[in-house]
């Protein structure tokens, strides 16, 4: 899966994993959480309740989800890192 090039992939990232966040009983609960627990490097964003933390790798690949996140063999953050990096200046 290629890295993100614009802004607005990495937001759609974000929203993809803000769904999950706020739906207690979304079936992907325990994956985000596990995402969440093991990474290293997180995008903060404002979230309807209050700030909010994407992490990095999930956020810098194109169209990502949480099955094809876990699906994934090759990620890596320090990729990811320095895509975000690229886009936010």
């Given at each position: 899966m290629p890295l993100?090039?614009?802004f607005e992939e990495m937001s759609a990232n974000a929203q993809a994993l803000e769904d999950v966040?706020?739906?207690a009983k979304h079936p992907y609960t325990v994956s985000y959480r596990g995402l969440i627990k093991q990474g290293r490097v997180f995008m903060p964003?404002?979230?309807r309740?209050?700030?909010a933390f994407a992490p990095s790798r999930f956020i810098g690949y194109v169209g990502n989800s949480i099955p094809e996140h876990k699906a994934r063999i090759e990620k890596d953050g320090r990729l990811t890192n320095a895509r975000?990096?690229?886009i936010l200046r």
């Open positions: 993100i090039e614009t966040r706020i739906d964003y404002l979230a309740d209050g700030l975000i990096n690229q």
